[in-house]
């Protein structure tokens, strides 16, 4: 999309030296994890995390008091991203796999294990645990993201965040289109 548009784009160092040449944006503006960037009205920190990737990234936004956070491709939860999602007002939230369609999908016992892993993917399970343990007492709207196409459905993960629907809005994100609009208000 950078190219295409021709604006820069934001990404650490390390991601963008793994970048595959013909995905290499034209330009890049390097940012650092742990280093908050502004870019106009909006505060953007850049959350180092756990997964196997070149310096990868997540992101809390932050407006007036505002605060939205994008909390996909995670191994496990470290102490950084624990603290961020703690001040998020609204959030995208992994929940890749169920562990028993992983189990019994398709995948074979390498892969399994790499999205199982420290540096993988969060299931169900676990992200249900990381929002329950750590979720801001102001959050209003968590979205249910990056599920897996052959190790998770919709129901699924809806299913295993059903004790948390009294504290706030759980949606589940569509892998083919934009989702629904949702106001946050200020706290």
Same mark, same amino acid.
């Given at each position: 999309?950078?190219?295409?548009? &021709?604006?820069?784009?934001?990404?650490?160092?390390?991601?963008?030296?793994?970048?595959?040449?013909?995905?290499?944006?034209?330009?890049?503006? !390097?940012?650092?994890?742990?280093?908050?960037?502004?870019?106009?009205?909006?505060?953007?920190?850049?959350?180092?995390?756990?997964?196997?990737?070149?310096?990868?990234?997540?992101?809390? =936004?932050?407006?007036?008091?505002? @605060?939205?956070?994008?909390?996909?491709?995670?191994?496990?939860?470290? &102490? *950084?991203?624990?603290?961020?999602? *703690?001040?998020?007002?609204?959030?995208?939230? /992994?929940?890749?796999?169920?562990?028993?369609?992983?189990?019994?999908?398709?995948?074979?016992?390498?892969?399994? !294990?790499?999205?199982? @892993? /420290?540096?993988?993917?969060?299931?169900?399970?676990?992200?249900?645990?990381?929002?329950?343990?750590? !979720?801001?007492?102001?959050?209003?709207?968590?979205?249910?993201?990056?599920?897996?196409? /052959? *190790?998770?459905?919709?129901?699924?993960?809806?299913?295993?965040?059903?004790?948390?629907?009294?504290?706030?809005? =759980?949606?589940?994100?569509?892998?083919?289109? !934009? @989702?629904?609009?949702?106001?946050?208000?200020? @706290?």
């Amino acid at each position: 999309m950078g190219k295409k548009l &021709d604006i820069p784009v934001y990404m650490t160092e390390g991601t963008f030296k793994a970048s595959f040449h013909s995905w290499k944006p034209i330009s890049y503006l !390097a940012i650092q994890n742990n280093v908050p960037v502004t870019v106009g009205a909006f505060t953007i920190f850049p959350i180092g995390k756990n997964h196997d990737a070149a310096e990868p990234t997540s992101f809390r =936004v932050v407006h007036q008091v505002t @605060s939205v956070g994008v909390f996909t491709d995670i191994g496990s939860p470290c &102490d *950084n991203v624990k603290y961020h999602l *703690n001040q998020c007002h609204a959030l995208f939230l /992994e929940t890749n796999y169920d562990e028993q369609m992983l189990k019994e999908g398709p995948y074979p016992f390498y892969l399994k !294990a790499r999205i199982e @892993s /420290e540096v993988g993917h969060l299931s169900n399970t676990q992200a249900y645990e990381l929002l329950r343990e750590h !979720a801001h007492p102001l959050l209003q709207c968590v979205f249910l993201s990056h599920l897996s196409k /052959e *190790n998770n459905k919709p129901e699924l993960a809806l299913n295993e965040f059903r004790l948390l629907e009294a504290k706030f809005l =759980v949606k589940v994100t569509d892998r083919y289109a !934009a @989702s629904e609009l949702y106001t946050v208000l200020s @706290s």
